[in-house]
């Protein structure tokens, strides 16, 4: 896939094998779908909320992904992958 972005390494070097199953599942699932809030994450997963809640949190502290304001909805946010020029 063109554009497609790999997801980084922490900042120790190390890759993802620490973070829990569940952060590596949603961290690929932001890598081949893109841009997606909570609920999709949720709904592409099929994980609970309260997991990907947790598994974002996670990935966040590792800045493995980002998140902005959605512009659809102020009250959601959008989470993406770190890219490597960040």
Same mark, same amino acid.
């Given at each position: 896939?063109?554009? *497609?972005? $790999? =997801? %980084?390494? /922490?900042?120790? +070097? /190390? /890759?993802?094998?620490?973070? %829990? %199953?569940?952060? #590596?599942?949603?961290? #690929? $699932?932001?890598?081949?779908? +893109?841009?997606?809030? *909570?609920?999709?994450?949720?709904?592409?997963?099929?994980? %609970?909320?309260? $997991?990907?809640?947790?598994?974002?949190?996670?990935?966040?502290?590792?800045?493995?992904?980002? /998140?902005?304001?959605?512009?659809?909805?102020?009250?959601?946010? =959008?989470?993406?992958? $770190?890219?490597?020029?960040?």
């Amino acid at each position: 896939m063109a554009g *497609q972005t $790999t =997801v %980084p390494s /922490s900042p120790d +070097g /190390s /890759s993802l094998r620490a973070l %829990p %199953p569940s952060a #590596k599942l949603v961290a #690929k $699932t932001l890598e081949y779908e +893109g841009r997606l809030t *909570q609920a999709e994450l949720v709904e592409s997963t099929r994980l %609970p909320d309260r $997991t990907v809640r947790y598994a974002l949190r996670k990935l966040e502290d590792e800045d493995v992904v980002t /998140s902005r304001i959605s512009f659809a909805d102020a009250r959601q946010r =959008v989470y993406s992958l $770190t890219t490597a020029e960040s």
